[in-house]
């Protein structure tokens, strides 16, 4: 691709934007913005993507269900029958010194039980299996169940308490169709010019020598970021020393008679970490490792070993990091052309979401025209949240003690918790107490202290002894019990997908609320 012209200075009201890439990150943007600011003249270049991390299935946490049924209204019930999504209601990690931990979409260690002095944190032993029962959505995980039966037996599914496990080329689908609904301009082409000019880019030239030009370009094209890295050069800030997993191997498992998980797999390799997600008639599955600890041949081997049925394969690079500013002139980069970290935590869809959130609030406050301030404050404000998943994953990396290849050693030693580090020390010295919260945490923290509590005690990180009474003890064996009795009787994720797909579903849609 060719890059001309000069840099300059800034822009007038946006009433035209393009957007580069119709990969669901593009077509999220086209709506949000559409549907913000119907005057908006928006066009989507179909350009083909090069290089993007896209596994035939991913999780999503619940910020992705709530940005698509909230902020851009979309009707649950359609979306269940047009993308097909299946509920899952966290990550079961085999990570640590434990048999495995929860990360949830419930609260579960960040509570107290009107029987307990003390919050749920502290009464969970340092045993293997200590992590089971402790919350309405761990119970349901061992159980296999998904959601709890209402007092009318329908599926009781409280709002914001779910992510989904998506189909790629499925939720393409169903979003292509929503644009087509709203006055949404496609073209199909391929990018050989971009023209830079006083505001940024002046124009892109495609193969066929179509010019075409905007008040504001939207950059979806994948890790390429063809407007934002290559065109303007923004500089990149690499994630590689901390986060050292560089490649994946993905490929999907045929289903046949296996029950639907309502979570998400994942399960530490001496060379990174293997994953599953649910899908109707599929297993997506992957192995992220480090290249430079293992050979793509190795991690395929490890990936077959975890899942037998895997079929044909692929081999995706992945490019941890982002760009020192997302927004530069009139050019927003969005999705991994902005900036990736691997799905460890199943982060990428939410920070897509709160980025093209953002943008369209941003139009409608300064009503069309785009002040610096605006881009200083949106770059400042995507840098602190990405930069805080990658802390996050840093828990993960810092603490992991499952295994001593060398990978881990490395891993444990190079990893970045940034942020992180006064909610650390607090929780070693003082426990899994929420009484700092406030102070610990940015109010719009999107993992919340339960998120990080959960990580820090799956793993078994030590923190500041407290010998629960034993009746006390017994009080809490009690509630994990009460909790498994309770799921007994709830929805699977298949008896869930065949309750929507009934009659009644229909009459009764008051349960997707």
């Not at 490395?410 to 070693?428: M, N, P």
Request: net charge neutral; with cysteine.
């Amino acid at each position: 691709m060719r890059v001309a012209g000069q840099l300059g200075k800034l822009m007038s009201r946006i009433s035209r934007i393009l957007i580069l890439g119709a990969d669901y990150a593009g077509l999220l943007a086209a709506l949000n913005l559409k549907f913000k600011v119907p005057e908006l003249r928006v066009e989507v270049l179909r350009a083909p993507i090069a290089d993007d991390f896209r596994p035939p299935g991913f999780a999503t946490r619940i910020e992705f269900p709530t940005y698509l049924h909230e902020e851009l209204r979309v009707p649950p019930l359609e979306f269940l029958r047009g993308a097909q999504p299946i509920w899952r209601i966290g990550t079961r990690y085999q990570w640590g010194s434990r048999a495995f931990f929860d990360h949830t979409t419930e609260f579960q260690v960040d509570t107290r039980y009107a029987a307990l002095s003390h919050e749920t944190g502290y009464y969970i032993g340092d045993g293997p299996n200590e992590f089971e029962a402790i919350g309405a959505a761990s119970a349901n995980i061992s159980a296999g169940k998904i959601f709890v039966r209402d007092k009318e037996g329908r599926p009781q599914i409280a709002r914001n308490r779910y992510g989904y496990h998506l189909e790629h080329q499925r939720l393409n689908e169903f979003l292509e169709a929503a644009t087509g609904r709203m006055e949404i301009l496609f073209r199909d082409g391929r990018v050989v010019e971009v023209v830079r000019g006083e505001m940024g880019v002046a124009s892109v030239r495609l193969e066929d020598g179509q010019t075409l030009t905007a008040d504001l370009y939207i950059d979806a094209s994948g890790p390429e970021s063809l407007l934002l890295g290559q065109a303007l050069g923004v500089p990149y800030c690499d994630f590689a020393a901390s986060l050292p997993c560089d490649r994946a191997i993905v490929g999907m498992c045929p289903r046949s008679n296996e029950p639907i998980k309502p979570n998400t797999a994942v399960k530490a390799s001496d060379c990174g970490w293997c994953w599953s997600t649910e899908h109707e008639s599929f297993i997506s599955c992957g192995h992220v490792f480090s290249s430079a600890h293992a050979s793509a041949d190795q991690a395929e081997k490890k990936l077959r070993e975890e899942y037998p049925k895997v079929n044909s394969t692929r081999l995706l690079r992945i490019k941890q990091g982002r760009y020192e500013r997302c927004w530069e002139k009139n050019v927003l980069g969005i999705g991994s052309a902005a900036g990736l970290v691997e799905p460890l935590a199943a982060a990428g869809a939410g920070l897509l979401a709160f980025g093209c959130q953002w943008l369209a609030q941003s139009l409608v406050d300064c009503d069309g025209v785009i002040r610096p301030t605006i881009i200083r404050q949106f770059n400042r404000r995507w840098s602190k949240l990405i930069e805080g998943e990658r802390d996050f994953l840093g828990l993960f990396y810092k603490y992991n003690t499952r295994s001593d290849a060398p990978f881990w050693r490395d891993a444990r030693s190079s990893a970045h918790v940034g942020s992180l580090e006064g909610l650390i020390r607090f929780y070693q010295d003082v426990g899994p107490h929420p009484v700092h919260r406030n102070l610990l945490l940015a109010e719009d923290d999107p993992i919340g202290l339960d998120g990080y509590y959960s990580v820090l005690l799956g793993q078994n990180v030590p923190h500041k002894a407290w010998a629960p009474p034993p009746a006390e003890m017994q009080s809490w064996k009690n509630i994990q019990e009460s909790w498994r009795r309770r799921v007994e009787l709830g929805f699977s994720v298949q008896e869930a997908m065949n309750y929507f797909a009934s009659a009644a579903a229909v009459a009764k849609a008051g349960a997707m609320a």
